[in-house]
């Protein structure tokens, strides 16, 4: 049925790779064709669409059309009620819903393992076509007609939207969705900008432009920089971060709110060396030196873990894995050709010394006089 009908409107929605076609019909806009799907990554499944007549878009309220693919091959779809109860995890079973459905049925093509459901649907007047919450939701466990809970992920609770179907293209009503998704967005792109771009940037600008390969007089200058610039967009995405983290009443992503407070705390203690750290006359300048070194290296080590835990969980499309692999391949190109150079350079110096005796080569980036030789 689905593929036999021209559908005249059509939306890519925003969670779970779902794309959404309806039609509406002219002589009776409460009368509307649909055709919604996604790709299983499972050879058993569910997959679910549903509209909510209340206030806002929710799982709870939902009467749903769900599609499930058994563990033969075979395929079912029918009518359910999402209740209070199915949230504590008691049983989905087939129901009757106020919404008359007709034509009901589901496909799935083998070759790209995409399992989508067609209806015909006439809603009540209670349901304005204008203003419909809806909502869709893919599991990978059944027990017969019964779908099973689904993952408790990002993608999985951001699956709600009020869209306009009278609209040429579907536009979103409801903004409250859409402000969540632009926050997490932008919380994303502060914090691979500063904590994960600027910051490595910074600490190639210490190591390299202080003596070797390419000694610059500014080099302490663009290193303050690079980290102060890093650490305000990067605590500005941590704010962010909590923010969401703390009106969120469906999910918790331990982990990566405690590896963002660790790399908050520990960038501040980096970033106030600029006013404690100690003279370059000081004893303890030298284990100073160490210190700050290791903990900023050991804090790119959990920022980039962070932020692949980060994309991991908001799931866009792989094009902001693929960009941030790339920009750290850049960087780590970068800072090897650096370290070859400088390492070549030096060999090439203690080498060429032939009646001094060289040093070993001193710490980069700490702050130290130049390179210093004596005579045997």
Request: hydrophobic share 40%; charged share 15%.
């Given at each position: 049925?689905?593929l036999?009908?021209?559908?005249?409107?059509?939306?890519?929605?925003?969670?779970?790779?779902?794309?959404?076609?309806?039609?509406?019909?002219?002589?009776?806009?409460?009368t509307?064709?649909?055709f919604?799907?996604?790709?299983?990554?499972?050879?058993?499944?569910?997959f679910?669409?549903?509209?909510?007549?209340?206030?806002?878009?929710?799982?709870?309220?939902?009467r749903?059309?769900?599609?499930?693919?058994?563990?033969?091959?075979?395929?079912?779809?029918?009518?359910?009620?999402?209740?209070?109860?199915?949230?504590?995890?008691?049983?989905?079973?087939?129901?009757?819903?106020?919404?008359?459905?007709?034509?009901?049925?589901?496909?799935?093509?083998?070759?790209?393992?995409?399992?989508?459901?067609?209806?015909t649907?006439?809603?009540p007047?209670?349901?304005?076509?204008?203003?419909?919450?809806?909502?869709?939701?893919?599991?990978?466990?059944?027990?017969?007609?019964?779908?099973?809970?689904?993952?408790?992920?990002?993608?999985?609770?951001?699956?709600?939207?009020?869209?306009?179907?009278?609209?040429?293209?579907?536009?979103?009503?409801s903004?409250?969705g859409?402000?969540?998704?632009?926050?997490?967005?932008?919380?994303?792109?502060?914090?691979?900008?500063?904590?994960?771009?600027?910051?490595?940037i910074?600490?190639?600008?210490?190591?390299?432009?202080?003596?070797?390969?390419?000694?610059?007089?500014?080099?302490?200058?663009?290193?303050v920089?690079?980290?102060?610039?890093?650490?305000?967009?990067?605590?500005?995405?941590w704010?962010?971060?909590?923010?969401?983290?703390?009106?969120?009443?469906?999910?918790?992503?331990?982990?990566?709110?405690?590896?963002?407070?660790?790399?908050?705390?520990?960038?501040?203690?980096?970033?106030?060396?600029?006013?404690?750290?100690?003279?370059?006359?000081?004893?303890?300048?030298?284990?100073?030196?160490?210190?700050?070194?290791?903990?900023?290296?050991?804090?790119?080590?959990?920022?980039?873990?962070?932020?692949?835990?980060?994309?991991?969980?908001?799931?866009?499309?792989?094009?902001?894995?693929?960009?941030?692999?790339?920009?750290?391949?850049?960087?780590?190109?970068?800072?090897?050709?650096?370290?070859?150079?400088?390492?070549?350079?030096?060999?090439?110096?203690?080498?060429?010394?032939?009646?001094?005796?060289?040093?070993?080569?001193?710490?980069?980036?700490?702050?130290?006089?130049?390179?210093?030789?004596?005579?045997?």
């Amino acid at each position: 049925m689905a593929l036999t009908k021209n559908f005249s409107k059509c939306k890519k929605l925003h969670a779970l790779r779902a794309e959404f076609a309806w039609k509406n019909h002219q002589n009776d806009p409460q009368t509307i064709d649909i055709f919604i799907g996604t790709k299983l990554d499972s050879d058993v499944g569910w997959f679910a669409w549903g509209v909510n007549p209340g206030k806002i878009p929710q799982m709870v309220g939902t009467r749903a059309l769900i599609g499930i693919k058994h563990p033969n091959g075979s395929l079912t779809i029918n009518t359910y009620k999402v209740t209070g109860g199915t949230k504590l995890g008691c049983r989905l079973l087939p129901s009757e819903i106020d919404v008359k459905v007709r034509h009901m049925s589901p496909l799935y093509l083998d070759q790209n393992g995409y399992f989508a459901i067609s209806a015909t649907l006439v809603l009540p007047l209670a349901y304005n076509v204008s203003r419909l919450n809806h909502v869709w939701q893919v599991g990978y466990a059944v027990a017969g007609t019964v779908p099973k809970m689904h993952q408790r992920t990002l993608q999985n609770f951001a699956s709600t939207a009020t869209i306009d179907l009278t609209s040429a293209r579907g536009r979103s009503v409801s903004r409250v969705g859409i402000h969540r998704r632009d926050m997490r967005m932008i919380h994303g792109i502060l914090n691979i900008l500063g904590w994960g771009t600027l910051l490595p940037i910074g600490v190639i600008i210490a190591r390299y432009f202080n003596r070797y390969p390419l000694p610059s007089k500014r080099w302490f200058a663009f290193h303050v920089f690079c980290q102060t610039t890093g650490y305000m967009l990067g605590t500005a995405g941590w704010g962010i971060g909590l923010w969401l983290g703390s009106t969120s009443t469906n999910y918790h992503f331990p982990t990566h709110r405690l590896l963002a407070i660790f790399i908050f705390t520990f960038t501040t203690v980096q970033v106030l060396a600029l006013r404690f750290r100690p003279i370059k006359l000081d004893e303890y300048r030298t284990y100073w030196n160490m210190y700050h070194h290791f903990l900023g290296y050991g804090l790119l080590a959990v920022i980039i873990t962070n932020i692949f835990q980060g994309i991991k969980i908001l799931k866009p499309d792989n094009s902001w894995k693929w960009a941030y692999t790339g920009l750290l391949g850049l960087l780590a190109s970068t800072a090897l050709a650096f370290e070859i150079s400088t390492w070549i350079k030096f060999n090439r110096r203690d080498k060429s010394g032939k009646g001094t005796k060289t040093q070993s080569l001193p710490s980069q980036g700490s702050g130290e006089t130049p390179l210093r030789t004596q005579a045997k």
